[in-house]
């Protein structure tokens, strides 16, 4: 069993990281964008499309796989890369940030979080180590630690015992695991703490102090402004091990990548290139970086979408096209189009890992962002 | 400019017959069944889809590309092929069989059929020559005439004037058209009359004193019994010449392919393998044939869909995972098992056309029938 395991290759003088990460399922460059699948699907995309798109890795929601099918099948089934077919590195979330969206339908208590499912109002319970066991059963690469993920805004009071307990819950979530030696498996501490500095320094040592093999910064993108996103990234990530991978849980928009990059994080999921693609929302360099394919100015234009992408559905569809699926809901409209979204930010993370490689990495952000405001060809 | 051409290859000794048909973008193997690819996509498969899953030629349908984007607009963006990035041959239809499913939504008179747009009520009027031009500006490589096709059951008297506007129509559909020699598209002629003998022999003899390139069996699968539609097939293919592609509209099932194909027919075209595939509805040799994947029989079942299939999906994907995948709405679902539908379909005919050219056409389908009866593996 080939173990987990980080080699920082190199830091840009901005401060931004390259990387290796070795798992049981391969090695994977950082800094790195996992597309999310959440219930063991990249949602439209076969396994294909998806290492087509350049992607390495990718992300299951732990608390949609323990809903259904539920861990134990994916267990006898072989496991979770068997079960999509997807062979390389896997991160399972801990479902905790799901399980803290459903608001009144749940409780927090210290042993863990009951709640109701979405799916038919059955009464679940989770706690740290029922979490670790079922991404065991899965065999993720990476497990996350179940914490929990307070909204914003909300009373410092609250946040510091959220955080706390947050810190408790990490602590038992490596006491229950199955040890790294034996398993292969990598599990990471999430940082909470919201956005108070001193919150998020004590949550950061704690962990530390109990020691993961990697850590995230959680409770970002949670509807706070992006001012505020970027205050806490302008601190929380030197809190952290430079020799250990940062995850930033939930992030974002390309210019959220690029800034978060730039401030020495390694690895990211976002559901907003698949989700945005099925509603017709692409991520192209000008016109201020998206394209809405509904509108009608698309209707007869022969051009594709993004004239510098070297995606399938750019080389061989034009917007006309792709406009004229997605007025008819064709399911190839949505399939070209996340084909195009996942290669986008898959394209974005490669120019920027060799822009670090070759430390020049704040010019790469300001070209970047120079050609995503340009006017669209 | 490559015109058409069909040479008969081998006529097994139950009349099934192998051909080789040559079109401006191709030369296709017959027996053929081309995937439905309605709005100018074959539903939830890319164009590499489509190959991989060994067909050769796709349809198009008039009715709903005319409506929406439009013929004029197809032509602008350089025909329908470029559109959708299909460069094999193209067949569309002619509307006609949209048109009349409309009810009373629409008007038949001689000189064409007016209807209400199924899309936003709006009046539209087709006529021989409107469908003829409109399929000259797609590109298709065979055109289809104008035809009307009359409901099962209806009374002979009307099967009768109804097949005598068909034939005046074909007359304006050919006069209408640009010469092959110029465009290299085919036009076929549709026979009708409906149930009875005596008016499908008049039909057929009146279409080839026209001269087409290839005939069409239209006005089945309408809803008349399995028996119906074999009567009529035991006469109707003898009406047409020999040296000539015969298509049959519309069909159908495996058993009425392989069926049809005994009767000398060389085409087909279908929305069972796509619109089933949608519905969780699987062709497998075995259990009667067909499997539905909702069944909690396959919850936990590890076993691909059927073993005998060389289709990606049941290479890779238990009926465990296409069953989750089903019951979560994922569009994966629906596109792994688009791919097993079309892919069965296009096992089956080189299938057929394998035993036509070995002179053991009639062992082949017993066998693939007692196959697909057997209980599921």
Not at 327 to 340: A, D, F, P, W, Y
Request: net charge neutral.
């Amino acid at each position: 069993m080939q173990g987990f395991h980080f080699e920082l290759q190199h830091t840009d003088p901005s401060g931004a990281r390259a990387g290796l990460m070795t798992t049981p399922h391969g090695t994977v460059e950082t800094p790195i964008f996992m597309p999310v699948g959440t219930r063991g699907t990249v949602k439209a995309m076969t396994v294909e499309d998806v290492r087509r798109s350049g992607a390495s890795m990718v992300l299951g929601n732990t608390y949609h796989l323990f809903l259904r099918p539920g861990a134990d099948l994916i267990e006898r089934l072989g496991g979770l890369h068997r079960f999509m077919n997807w062979d390389g590195p896997i991160l399972t979330d801990s479902g905790g940030f799901q399980v803290f969206s459903l608001g009144k339908l749940r409780t927090i208590g210290e042993e863990g979080v009951s709640f109701q499912s979405h799916i038919d109002g059955s009464k679940c319970f989770l706690s740290p180590e029922i979490v670790v066991k079922a991404q065991e059963q899965f065999g993720s690469d990476v497990m996350m630690q179940l914490d929990e993920c307070p909204p914003f805004p909300s009373e410092r009071k609250y946040v510091a015992r959220s955080m706390e307990l947050s810190v408790r819950w990490a602590a038992r979530s490596k006491a229950a695991r199955v040890p790294p030696e034996k398993s292969g498996q990598a599990l990471f501490g999430i940082i909470q703490g919201g956005m108070e500095e001193d919150l998020r320094r004590a949550s950061a040592e704690a962990l530390v102090e109990i020691g993961f093999e990697g850590y995230a910064i959680g409770g970002l993108s949670v509807g706070e402004p992006k001012e505020i996103m970027q205050e806490v990234l302008s601190y929380a990530p030197d809190f952290l091990p430079k020799a250990q991978p940062r995850y930033l849980m939930g992030v974002g928009k390309p210019e959220d990548l690029l800034y978060a990059v730039g401030r020495g994080v390694d690895m990211f999921d976002c559901v907003m290139p698949t989700r945005n693609a099925r509603n017709g929302h692409l991520f192209v360099d000008g016109d201020g970086g998206h394209v809405n394919i509904k509108q009608a100015r698309f209707r007869e234009d022969p051009s594709s979408l993004d004239a510098s992408c070297g995606c399938g559905t750019c080389a061989h569809y034009s917007r006309a096209y792709l406009h004229h699926l997605y007025k008819n809901r064709e399911i190839l409209g949505i399939m070209l189009m996340t084909q195009h979204n996942v290669h986008y930010y898959q394209a974005l993370m490669k120019g920027m890992r060799l822009a670090i490689l070759e430390d020049r990495f704040e010019a790469y952000v300001k070209a970047r962002l120079e050609r995503r405001a340009e006017p669209l060809l």
